[in-house]
């Protein structure tokens, strides 16, 4: 398939998806009915539905799956982001670590904008040494947990089983991306195979590299008008 063919798919699915990931997880009022109806299960439904709409989680997560080879790479970098998003989600959100959501999720925005970068060579083009994955994958896990946390903050959560509640909601965040990535790694490694990988490769990761910049854009513009 041609180059161009593959960039126009993209393209057009990134054009009719990317409204949707400005408006990625936010905070419903059903939500905190759920959580007022439900109990423990509530918060691992939320906290999975938090996650399979979190699209700048999701797309940070792509790239670094796109640079990965073999089944034990994917798990070893997944759990590495897994626990580093746990600490912070389970501590923040436990000691009220109280994080600007704008400014947060204009972090997270610049991960997604880092992984593109990187994976289309942008730091080899740049004459450096791109920064050790495995590291920065934990950082940004960290900053990643944060972001979640900062989320489930905004719900009034009352005191009873207050910490088993921020680890049923880790635990739902944790099945929601386990949902999430699978069929997101089952097409990556379908599409290895094909001649047209190469261009659906550099292709997505620009679409990365866009929805990073208009995201940190988005936050930023969320940031300085109190919306």
């Known amino acids: 398939m041609p180059v161009r063919s593959i960039g126009a798919r993209v393209c057009f699915f990134a054009t009719i998806f990317f409204p949707t990931v400005m408006l990625a997880h936010d905070v419903s ?18 906290g999975a539905k938090h996650m399979l709409t979190g699209y700048d989680h999701l797309l940070f997560l792509v790239g670094v799956i796109f640079f ?3 089944f034990k790479d994917i798990l070893k970098f997944i759990t590495v982001f897994t626990i580093g998003h746990s600490i912070t989600l389970l501590g923040g959100t436990y000691l009220g670590v109280q994080v600007n959501e704008y400014l947060i999720d204009a972090i997270i925005a610049l991960s997604v904008l880092y992984k593109g970068f990187e994976n289309l060579d942008g730091f080899k083009k740049l004459g450096t040494k791109a920064p050790n994955l495995l590291l920065m994958v934990f950082l940004f896990g960290l900053i990643h947990g944060l972001g979640l946390s900062t989320r489930l903050q905004t719900f009034d959560m009352g005191q009873d089983q207050f910490l088993l509640k921020i680890i049923s909601f880790n635990v739902g965040v944790e099945l929601g991306q386990i949902a999430a990535l699978i069929p997101i790694v089952l097409l990556i490694n379908a599409w290895k195979g094909k001649s047209s990988y190469e261009a659906f490769y550099k ?3 620009v679409y990365l590299v866009i929805a990073g910049i208009g995201l940190f854009a ?3 513009y969320g940031y300085f008008n109190g919306h």
């Open 29 to 46: 009022s059903g939500d905190q009915q759920i959580l007022d109806n439900g109990g423990l299960l509530s918060y691992i439904w939320v």
């Open 68 to 70: 990965l080879k073999g």
């Open 203 to 205: 292709a997505s990761n």
């Open 218 to 220: 988005y936050q930023l």
